[in-house]
């Protein structure tokens, strides 16, 4: 994955001058309030902005929006702030949700840059900064209730935004895992695997697919291939902070296995359980929790 974008922009605050020191915090909150209220923001360049209603506007706020409006920049300063910020959260959800953004704007940065822009707008002007996935997640509900109200999307949009909002997930899910908490890669004799307690690694993700969407998400481009017949259901998983997250497809069998490895069975107990309950000989359970355990995708 390559590098996030850099910090969220954003405008200098112009100076305004006859107002106590005092009042600086004040002009700070006017400024922000005009950046956020696009209502206010047209009234204050028409200055109309003290006849506006419902914003509680005293006469410092209003002196304060006045000498904003005598202030040249001021427009630029927020029309610029508005654009660059539209085209901040567009180049992140590019890095995060690629394959969504590319089946809604078919590739057409400029359209990108209008629906970041209108999600910004919706939001008032309140981008989440160095929050970044939550942005993404935020803007996943966006384009659910709003967007996918009012046009015909892909038919495969939901699955794709599926996948990469559990990629979203899983990347949020590597806070707080502890050094120790990591599997390493072991080697164990036959008396050892049966006796351990295996867990699923701290950060994975299941991720049950209607279709294959792997040509997709190899291409990283929608645009490009064609889907599998599904379902399929794959494993995402990463097992240090130092790699990559992993992606594989899983059969039901191994699926089974993983759930069923909780840290507090151990293997043979899992293994003659799965025998019993799916006639799945226990020594090819065995073989398979073993191999996780290489494969670093079960600890122990």
Same mark, same amino acid.
């Given at each position: ?37 696009? @209502?206010?923001? /047209? ?25 904003? $409006? ?7 300063? &927020? /029309? ?20 969504? &953004? ?15 822009? /209108? ?52 990347? +949020? ?10 599997? &390493? ?56 902070? @130092?790699?990559?997250? $992993? ?7 191994? +699926? ?39 494969? +670093?995708?079960?600890?122990?």
């Amino acid at each position: 994955m390559s590098a996030p974008p850099h910090a969220p922009p954003h405008a200098p605050v112009p100076a305004v001058t006859g107002l106590a020191p005092a009042s600086a915090r004040r002009v700070y909150e006017v400024w922000t309030q005009l950046i956020q209220d696009e @209502e206010l923001y /047209e009234a204050m360049l028409a200055g109309t902005h003290a006849r506006l209603p419902g914003r509680g506007l005293d006469a410092e706020a209003i002196a304060i929006l006045d000498q904003f $409006r005598a202030e040249p920049g001021t427009r630029w300063n &927020i /029309e610029n702030l508005r654009f660059r910020s539209a085209a901040f959260v567009g180049d992140l959800l590019l890095l995060y949700l690629p394959r969504t &953004i590319r089946l809604l704007t078919r590739g057409d940065d400029d359209w990108r840059q209008d629906l970041c822009f /209108e999600y910004l707008a919706h939001h008032r002007w309140r981008p989440l900064g160095h929050m970044q996935l939550t942005e993404c997640e935020r803007f996943a509900d966006f384009i659910r209730a709003r967007i996918m109200r009012r046009r015909t999307t892909h038919p495969l949009l939901e699955t794709v935004m599926a996948y990469e909002l559990a990629v979203v997930g899983l990347l +949020r899910s590597t806070v707080g895992v502890p050094a120790g908490a990591w599997p &390493i890669r072991r080697e164990v004799t036959e008396a050892e695997l049966l006796a351990l307690q295996p867990r699923r690694g701290p950060v994975q993700a299941l991720v049950e697919l209607a279709v294959d969407l792997r040509p997709w998400i190899e291409s990283g481009d929608p645009l490009r291939g064609e889907v599998g017949p599904g379902p399929i259901t794959l494993l995402l998983d990463m097992p240090s902070l @130092e790699e990559r997250y $992993r992606i594989k497809t899983i059969s039901d069998g191994v +699926r089974v296995v993983l759930e069923r490895c909780d840290g507090e069975r151990t293997a043979l107990a899992i293994a003659r359980e799965i025998e019993d309950e799916f006639e799945l000989p226990a020594a090819a359970v065995l073989g398979v929790v073993r191999t996780l355990l290489s494969d +670093r995708i079960l600890c122990a």
